[in-house]
């Protein structure tokens, strides 16, 4: 049997060819544990995040799922490998569409995958495990609290029932309580479902409580 975990090996990645932010990093991320991950600001915690979300190609080394070597990263990440893996972003207005209610985007996942059978449902069983109902799911993303679009951009992450939830600094723009009700969300879905996370985060109070571990990155 494969190894069921997210590893990366050898990992160099960055955004100039020839001159990588991140370099031969070996990590491996556990179903039902939780890594935390530290670093000096430009150290390149995010650039290591995204190949490990599958959405940024690495320079060199070898990221796999469950045992399955990725082969193509982006939109060429075939469905079933994309779906075991989930990123939330510091910043939730910068990865939403605006426009979108907030129903829209927590379904995005499954309408890109055309998965619409029990769409809805789905859609309002995650909403309500995010602490979101009523009005608010028929709002657009432009009226609502940074708050209420990170816990709409959380029950985006969870609607395909990751196995992996790589979180980049998802609770730094937030205030204590909501950092606290996503926090205890995502804990509990990891509980319930066995998945892992990778915690980036400059909170060292938030990871001490949260994280199993936490490894540094230097530059
Ligand atoms: N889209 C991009 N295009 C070009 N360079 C980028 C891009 N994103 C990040 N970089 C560069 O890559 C390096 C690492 O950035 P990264 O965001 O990964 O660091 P970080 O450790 O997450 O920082 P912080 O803690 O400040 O968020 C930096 O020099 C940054 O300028």
């Known amino acids: 049997m494969p190894p069921a975990m997210l590893t990366a090996r050898g990992i160099d990645a960055g955004w100039v060819p020839g001159r990588p932010v991140v370099h031969d990093i070996d990590l491996d991320i556990v179903p039902g544990q939780v890594v935390g991950l530290q670093g000096p600001s430009g150290?390149?915690?995010?650039?290591?995040?995204?190949?490990?979300?599958?959405?940024?190609?690495?320079?060199?080394?070898?990221v796999s799922v469950d045992g399955q070597t990725v082969a193509a990263y982006r939109y060429a990440t075939p469905r079933d490998v994309r779906a075991k893996v989930a990123?939330?972003?510091?910043q939730p207005?910068?990865?939403?569409d605006p426009r979108l209610t907030?129903?829209?985007?927590?379904?995005?996942?499954?309408?890109?995958q055309r998965r619409r059978d029990g769409l809805a449902a789905r859609v309002e069983e995650v909403a309500v495990t995010v602490g979101l109902t009523g009005e608010l799911l028929t709002r657009r993303a432009h009226a609502v609290s940074d708050g209420q679009?990170?816990?709409?951009?959380?029950?985006r992450a969870l609607i395909t029932r990751p196995r992996y939830l790589i979180c980049d600094e998802m609770t730094t723009m937030l205030d204590a309580s909501t950092t606290a009700a996503l926090v205890t969300t995502l804990a509990d879905y990891?509980?319930?479902e066995g998945a892992g996370v990778l915690a980036i985060s400059?909170?060292?109070a938030l990871l001490t409580h949260w994280a199993d571990k936490v490894i540094l990155l230097d530059r």
Request: glycine share 4%; with cysteine.
């Open 43 to 62: 150290c390149g915690k995010s650039t290591l995040a995204r190949v490990l979300a599958l959405i940024h190609t690495p320079d060199a080394g070898t």
């Open 87 to 90: 990123i939330l972003f510091q």
């Open 93 to 96: 207005r910068l990865s939403v």
């Open 102 to 112: 907030m129903r829209d985007v927590i379904a995005e996942p499954l309408r890109a």
């Open 149 to 155: 679009l990170q816990r709409a951009c959380l029950a």
């Open 190 to 192: 990891c509980t319930a």
């Open 202 to 204: 400059h909170d060292d």
